[in-house]
């Protein structure tokens, strides 16, 4: 497919856009990538995406792919010659798209309820959200990655949020490592790997992000 034209619309900070950069990355297909303003969104962003009008986008040849397992699946039929992504067994692939599916229902909200709530209400998230850590810690189990020896589907689907750990941590007051070390030396041995390395921003930026939207909210003032 040497005339493809590949764009992603995405947002740097997005856990989301992340595992359709780091699969692009792992299949090696070359893109062009948009900075989009989540604030004030562009007209290709909503004509591309018109009924969630939120990131990532992929647009392969001119048509959209929302959502982004849904873009990692199709990375992965598209892109078959290099690097599979899912596994081949079809039970593994079912298990791979259950823990994705998981990932996807949980963390997200928990996540952000860590560092934009006060109290009651975030002590919760918090310990929901470690209770999420350790199952996904149980599913790793003694393998390198989720999919065993090899790198994939899992893997990506998770990995964004390592970047927002020092976020979690910073305003919610308690270390990931010490409640799931076993899933930080995963993260850190995804972040050895090029694609993860070069789709993830720093920890630190990311909490800078978090500090302002915060101020928004109001939450920064005793």
Same mark, same amino acid.
């Given at each position: 497919?040497?005339?493809?034209?590949?764009?992603?619309?995405?947002?740097?900070?997005?856990?989301?856009?992340?595992?359709?950069?780091?699969?692009?990355?792992?299949?090696?297909?070359?893109?062009?990538?948009?900075?989009? $303003? #989540?604030?004030?969104?562009?007209?290709?962003?909503?004509?591309?995406?018109?009924?969630?009008?939120?990131?990532?986008?992929?647009?392969?040849?001119?048509?959209?792919?929302?959502?982004?397992?849904?873009?990692?699946?199709?990375?992965?039929?598209?892109? @078959? $010659?290099?690097?599979?992504?899912?596994?081949?067994?079809?039970?593994?692939?079912?298990?791979?798209?259950?823990? +994705?599916?998981?990932?996807? @229902?949980?963390?997200?909200?928990?996540?952000?309820?860590?560092?934009?709530?006060?109290?009651?209400?975030?002590? +919760?998230?918090?310990? $929901?959200?470690?209770?999420?850590?350790?199952?996904?810690?149980?599913?790793?189990?003694?393998?390198?990655?989720?999919?065993?020896?090899?790198?994939?589907?899992? $893997?990506?689907?998770?990995?964004?949020?390592?970047?927002?750990?020092?976020?979690?941590?910073?305003?919610?007051?308690?270390?990931?490592? +010490?409640?799931?070390?076993?899933? #930080?030396?995963?993260?850190?041995?995804?972040?050895?790997?090029?694609?993860?390395?070069?789709?993830?921003?720093?920890?630190? &930026?990311?909490?800078?992000?978090?500090? #302002?939207?915060?101020?928004?909210?109001?939450?920064? &003032?005793?």
């Amino acid at each position: 497919m040497v005339n493809d034209e590949v764009i992603l619309l995405d947002f740097w900070p997005s856990m989301f856009g992340m595992r359709l950069r780091i699969a692009l990355s792992e299949k090696e297909v070359k893109y062009e990538y948009k900075e989009e $303003d #989540v604030w004030n969104k562009s007209p290709l962003l909503l004509e591309m995406n018109p009924i969630h009008k939120k990131v990532p986008v992929l647009i392969h040849n001119g048509k959209p792919i929302c959502e982004s397992i849904i873009g990692v699946e199709y990375i992965e039929e598209v892109w @078959k $010659d290099k690097t599979p992504l899912l596994p081949s067994d079809p039970y593994e692939r079912a298990q791979a798209r259950f823990w +994705a599916d998981y990932i996807n @229902k949980k963390l997200f909200d928990l996540g952000k309820k860590i560092w934009s709530t006060k109290g009651e209400e975030q002590e +919760a998230a918090k310990n $929901d959200f470690i209770e999420c850590l350790k199952i996904l810690e149980g599913a790793l189990g003694e393998k390198p990655y989720f999919g065993g020896d090899n790198f994939g589907f899992v $893997d990506i689907a998770l990995i964004g949020y390592y970047s927002w750990f020092y976020a979690y941590e910073t305003y919610g007051n308690f270390s990931i490592e +010490a409640e799931c070390p076993k899933l #930080v030396a995963w993260a850190k041995r995804c972040m050895q790997r090029d694609s993860v390395a070069n789709s993830l921003p720093d920890q630190h &930026k990311v909490c800078e992000f978090v500090s #302002v939207a915060r101020q928004s909210l109001e939450l920064n &003032k005793k």
